[in-house]
C-alpha cells in the first residue's frame, strides 16, 4: 500500500515571496506519478503539476515546479512569486502507472493550507 | 464549456434514508472516480470506473453503491448503512491512456445529517 504525507498542516507566505511545501511518499513500485493538486475555498480541485518518477527533469508549469528526489521519496512543490490567488489547500497525491485494476487510484496526502499575506 | 457538475451542492439526509448524489460529464472521458474528503483529511477514493457497465471499489465502498450505465453519468447512492456521511464528495473523471491520466473534479457536494 502507498502513504503519502504532508507534514506542513498550515503555512503562510508574504505576497511576492516564494514558498516550498513538503511532500513524501512511500511505495515499493518502481514508476509511478506525482501529482499537486490545489483545493482553492471554492473547493474545486485544480491539477497544479505532474511528475512522472521514470524522468529525472523536474517539472515545471510557470510559477510552480518540483524537487522530485527519488531516492528520498520527495517531492516539494515550489511556488515563486506568491499571489493571492495561490491561497488554497494543496494536496499531494500517488498513484502507480502499471494497467489493471486499480491502475487510477490516486492516494492523498491530507494536505498543507496555504496562505499568501498581502 | 465541457466540464464535471455535481448537484445538488448542499444535501441533507435523515436517519435511515438512502440519498442519491449526481455527477454528469461532457468532457468524453471514460474513467469517472467518486472521492469523499473529510475535515483535515486528504480524499479518500470510494468507487471508479474505467468503462460504462463496470466499476470497481475503492477505499472506503462500504455503505456506498454506484451505477454506470452511460459513459456521462456516474451518480453515487449513500445508503442507510453509510453510519457516518457527513463529508464532501467530490466526483472525477479522467481519459483512460497509457499510464495515468490528470483527473478534472466537479465543485463537490456536501451531505449532511438532519
Known amino acids: 500500500a502507498q502513504t503519502v504525507t504532508q507534514s506542513q498542516p498550515e503555512m503562510s507566505v508574504q505576497e511576492a515571496e516564494t514558498v516550498t511545501l513538503s511532500c513524501t511518499y512511500d511505495?515499493?513500485?518502481?514508476?509511478?506519478?506525482l501529482f499537486w493538486y490545489k483545493q482553492p475555498p471554492s473547493r474545486q480541485m485544480i491539477l497544479v503539476i505532474r511528475?512522472?518518477?521514470?524522468?529525472?527533469q523536474n517539472a515545471t508549469e510557470n510559477r510552480f515546479s518540483v524537487n522530485f528526489q527519488k531516492a528520498a521519496k520527495s517531492f516539494s512543490l515550489k511556488i515563486s512569486d506568491s499571489q493571492l490567488g495561490d491561497t488554497a489547500m494543496y494536496f499531494c497525491?500517488?498513484?502507480?502507472?502499471?494497467?489493471?485494476?486499480?491502475?487510477?487510484?490516486?492516494?492523498f496526502g491530507k494536505g498543507t493550507k496555504l496562505s499568501v499575506i498581502p | 464549456d465541457g466540464g464535471i457538475t455535481q448537484s445538488p451542492k448542499y444535501l441533507f439526509r435523515k436517519e435511515g434514508q438512502n440519498v442519491t448524489l449526481s455527477c454528469e460529464q461532457n468532457?468524453?472521458?471514460?474513467?469517472m472516480y467518486w472521492y469523499r474528503q473529510d475535515p483535515g483529511q486528504g480524499l479518500r477514493l470510494i468507487y471508479y470506473?474505467?468503462?460504462?457497465?463496470?466499476?470497481q471499489k475503492g477505499d472506503i465502498a462500504e455503505g456506498y453503491s454506484v451505477s454506470r450505465e452511460k459513459k456521462e453519468s456516474f451518480p453515487l447512492t449513500v445508503t442507510s448503512a453509510q453510519k457516518n456521511p457527513t463529508a464532501f464528495y467530490l466526483c472525477?473523471?479522467?481519459?483512460?491512456?497509457?499510464?495515468?491520466?490528470?483527473?478534472?473534479f466537479g465543485d463537490g457536494t456536501r451531505l449532511s445529517i438532519l
Open positions: 497525491a500517488f498513484t502507480p502507472s502499471y494497467s489493471g485494476a486499480g491502475s487510477y487510484q490516486l492516494t
Open positions: 472525477a473523471s479522467s481519459i483512460v491512456g497509457t499510464g495515468p491520466q490528470p483527473q478534472h
Open positions: 468532457l468524453n472521458h471514460d474513467a
Open positions: 511528475q512522472e518518477a521514470y524522468k529525472q
Open positions: 470506473s474505467q468503462i460504462v457497465n463496470d466499476f
Open positions: 511505495t515499493s513500485e518502481s514508476n509511478y506519478y
